[in-house]
């Protein structure tokens, strides 16, 4: 039978052992075309230069000279990664520590493979964009994400993991309407405050520990940091900019977006958290609530947004498990959901191109008119499930292992692969096999062969299962196809299919808005704003009320000052008159009448302000009745503004 060999140093092959930290000189294993004087020359250069430096020579290019610089670039990257080899490089001191922008182990350098890789695909994927705004910010989004992969610190760290965020919302703005504007201002809000409580955690743990070494976090500092990676992991309920944001994007953008941004979250959580059990249940939890969520939903780039974190809940399951089992299937399930994750949203944008529709209650009938595209879809679809043969059995097979351990979690990570046969078999059935009349045609050869070659790859992972084995990070010995393994995965995905088959009128999509999180979100961001507006606009109304009774009164005196002061005195006589003598030439009903005439002013002046304060509030009154989407917006702002002078304050506390 297919497995995975390699030095795993426990008998059962389970992989128990827990892991603390994935940096140790050990696990520092290359390829052997890496070697030579050539390969240290080539292997100095930091891979994110080439992009960068291919993203600032971009402009220079027009037309087919430039899309055969841009896939060259793109090229040059993936070739160059079997150079690079293990080493800490690019080292400045600054501020009295070191910046390592270049630390390659295997860790890194894995994950680096994958994005060069995956970069190069879907820079030819969408080599058909005339705009350079796209290009380059692709490269330097793609740089960054390398950036990300292999700093060395937690100060480098934070610097391309900011830039990461403000180049992934220049990407969702170049679609250039009201939707991805609004999306795209909430998404870099989203991570600004992400990355403040990030580097919140990292001032209190150089603080603490004088090191800005990546690693080693305890405390406050361990949990704001886990909270600042937590956000771009699409940690429940810090999730809900994912599937806000990628259906909005070009369908270039969101097959981009699909890959790095939660990947590298995914690296840092192995590089900082294995073996964190609150983790692991995070992941279940985020496998669930995906499945749930994509079941539900019409339009189909957001079904596959759910569908990301979903599956990126497996790969967090399994770096929070902690065993060299738990993090090599995490980690493999990386490289495999990349796989088919991006080959879903790369057929999705081919069914846009030709059709410009992605919602699932227009579509069908796509399997005769784009039968490339349909294959390639039923392929990504049978990876993702787990079906044998294909890629994602392997790496879910790994995780299910390393969590026999974990009773809860394991059922809760088997519930979430039927949930995920069952919203495959929506997308597919609906979007491309159902029969019903459109008008589409293949997608052209530039977006049919990277399809194909992922295709190609996600077969060629579950045939091969042992393919990964020598650049895990940990060569974890497991085997795959064994009876008992393909019996239970046959029999949940048959159970899956015939829950399907048999009700899957059930499972018609409807044109609905499906509220998530981001609804509370938006509640609690127009109760923020009123509060912040409300004590102005209460006190405003006070001093109206005020100064129009001062006003009032002040006027009338004005007006008749003789009579004013004879009817205060009048008034005076009038009460000891009535108390001490009296008489009737100071009557009562005189005083009375001067008092009625003055209160009667100021009753008018109040009644005017009154009348502008109950205008307000019934305008306010108005405006609580709609969720206004500007309300979340400026409420972020604020939050971000704030957290952005508290990091002020703490940066020259610190510094100086």
Known sequence: CASINAGANDDTGSGVHSVRHIHQPELLRHNSCSQGIAGAVMGAIHPAVIFFVGAALIPFFKGKPQRIFVVGVALAAFVYMPFVEPQTGWVFSFLGFNVVLLNADGLSLFAGYIFALIGLLIILYSIHVKENEHHIFSFLYIGCSLGVVFAGDFFTFFIFWEMMAVTATVLIWLKRDERSLGAGFRYLMMHLIGGGILLIGILLHFSATGSMEIGGLAGLPFALILIGIGLNAAFIPLHTWLPDAYPKASFAVSVLLCVFTTKAAVYALARSFPGIEIVAYMGGVMALYGVTFALLQSNARKLLSYSIISQVGYMVAGV?????????????????????????????????YRTGKDDLTELGGLARKMPITTIACIIAALSIAG??????????????????????????????????????????????????????????????????????????????????????????????????????????????????????KLFIPHRREILDFDYIYMRAASSFMRFCRNPASVFAGWIDLTFARLAGGFLWFCRNPVSSLAAGVDSMFALVARIFVGTARYSPLTVLDSVARWMDRLSLAAEEASSRRAQREKMAALAQGKVDIRGIDSALFLVALMLALFLLYLALKHLL
């Open 387 to 504: 079906v044998p043969l294909f890629n994602g059995f392997v790496s879910k097979a790994m995780i299910y292992k390393a969590a026999d351990y974990h009773d809860v979690l394991y059922w809760m990570l088997k519930l979430a692969s039927v949930g995920t046969f069952l919203y495959l078999c929506k997308f597919t059935y609906f979007g491309f096999l159902r029969r019903k009349e459109i008008k589409a045609r293949e997608a052209p050869l530039t977006m049919t062969i990277p399809m194909i070659i992922v295709a190609f790859l996600c077969v060629l992972g579950g045939v091969y299962p042992n393919l990964l084995g020598n650049i895990l990070p940990y060569q974890s010995e497991f085997h795959v196809y064994t009876p008992g393994k393909l019996i239970v995965t046959m029999l949940l995905l048959g159970a899956a299919g015939a829950i399907f088959f048999f009700g899957r």
């Open 320 to 352: 929070g498990m902690g065993t060299a089992m738990g993090v090599d299937g995490g980690l493999s399930h990386l490289w495999n959901n990349v796989l088919y994750k991006t080959l879903l949203f790369m057929c999705i944008g081919a069914v846009i």
